[in-house]
């Protein structure tokens, strides 16, 4: 089974990434839960440069669409800035509403950072348009304000319990999702 965790952040110390770098840490036999590393590769969208037609799009956009058709579901981590979900994750996710990789895709929110409460919903309201399926996973609120790695948020048993529990509940959305129609 392969799952996709994507960071809505470039920053390279972001709390985002660090969180999907220890989920990718969880996971059970069998699983292969693997960290997008491209998003700052894919360009602004332009519908002229996506000729859904013909597959034809940027390679970055077309190496990310191709890791999100692989995948059976997903992890979203991203940051809130100014009252909504990142620039780069909206971008990205910009280039597949026409394409439809997350129609029916198992798909987890998290957001990492204290005090945010307006991205998540903005992010569950357009990925819910896009036909992903979105589990109910939670994080403890807040999460720690220090600057730890994987290993240190995997210490903290709240929130190493709260990841192996959204990894069972995705694991569970995959294997009960409804056939696709075609």
Request: hydrophobic share 45%; glycine share 8%.
């Amino acid at each position: 089974m392969k799952i996709l965790a994507i960071s809505g952040s470039l920053r390279s110390v972001s709390k985002n990434t660090v969180l999907l770098r220890a989920v990718t840490s969880l996971a059970p036999q069998g699983v292969e839960i693997t960290l997008y590393g491209g998003m700052g590769e894919i360009p602004l969208f332009n519908p002229d440069l996506d000729d859904l037609d013909h597959g034809k799009a940027p390679a970055s956009v077309l190496d990310f669409r191709a890791q999100l058709q692989a995948a059976d579901g997903v992890f979203i981590c991203t940051p809130e800035y100014a009252h909504g979900v990142s620039g780069v994750m909206k971008n990205a996710l910009d280039w597949l509403v026409g394409s439809g990789e997350f129609m029916q895709k198992p798909t987890v929110l998290f957001n990492a950072a204290p005090g945010s409460e307006h991205a998540h919903p903005a992010l569950l309201e357009t990925l819910r348009t896009m036909g992903a399926l979105v589990t109910d996973a939670t994080l403890p609120s807040p999460l720690p304000g220090k600057k730890l790695d994987e290993a240190g948020l995997l210490a903290i048993p709240a929130v190493a319990d709260a990841l192996r529990t959204a990894i069972k509940d995705l694991l569970h959305a995959i294997e009960t999702r409804p056939a696709q129609e075609f």
